[in-house]
C-alpha cells in the first residue's frame, strides 16, 4: 500500500490489522478468480466453436439438399406432364379418324373422288 502523504501516520490497531488483512485475502480471491477464468474460458470456447462450425455446415448442407430437392421435383413435374402428354398421344393414335386426319394433312393421302388443292397461307 502506497502513502501519498508522508506525514499521515498508520495507526496500528486491530481495526486496519483486521482491514489490512480483508483487503489481502481479496487481493488473493481475485487473483484465483483470474486464473481459473484464464483457464476456464478457452475450454468453454473450443466446444462453442465447434458446435458453431458444425451447425454451419449442417445448414449448407440442409440448403444444398433443399435445392436438390426442388430441383428433382421440378424434373418429376415435367416427367409426370411429359407422361400425360404421351398418353394422349397414344389415345389418340389408337383413333382411326385421328390418323386419317393426320395422314391427308401430312402426306395429302385423298379419299376417293377428293381433289386435294394447295392454298397459299397469307404471311403477315
Known amino acids: 500500500m502506497k502513502e501519498t502523504n508522508q506525514k499521515v501516520t498508520k495507526l496500528s490497531n486491530e481495526y ?6 480483508n483487503k489481502k ?3 488473493l480471491e481475485q487473483q484465483v478468480v483470474r486464473r481459473r477464468m484464464k483457464v476456464f474460458v478457452p475450454l468453454l470456447a473450443l466446444p462453442i466453436i465447434f458446435i458453431s462450425f458444425t451447425a454451419f455446415a449442417q445448414h449448407q448442407q440442409n440448403q444444398e439438399l433443399a435445392d436438390e430437392l426442388a430441383s428433382t421435383e421440378q424434373t418429376l413435374e415435367d416427367a409426370t406432364a411429359k407422361e400425360e402428354q404421351l ?3 397414344i389415345e389418340r393414335l389408337n383413333d382411326d379418324n385421328y390418323i386419317a386426319r393426320m395422314a391427308r394433312s401430312e402426306f395429302y393421302l385423298s379419299e376417293e373422288g377428293e381433289i386435294i388443292f394447295n392454298l ?4 403477315e
Open 120 to 123: 397459299l397461307e397469307d404471311e
Open 25 to 27: 485475502i481479496k487481493h
Open 16 to 21: 486496519t490489522k483486521q482491514s489490512d488483512q
Open 87 to 89: 398418353l394422349k398421344q
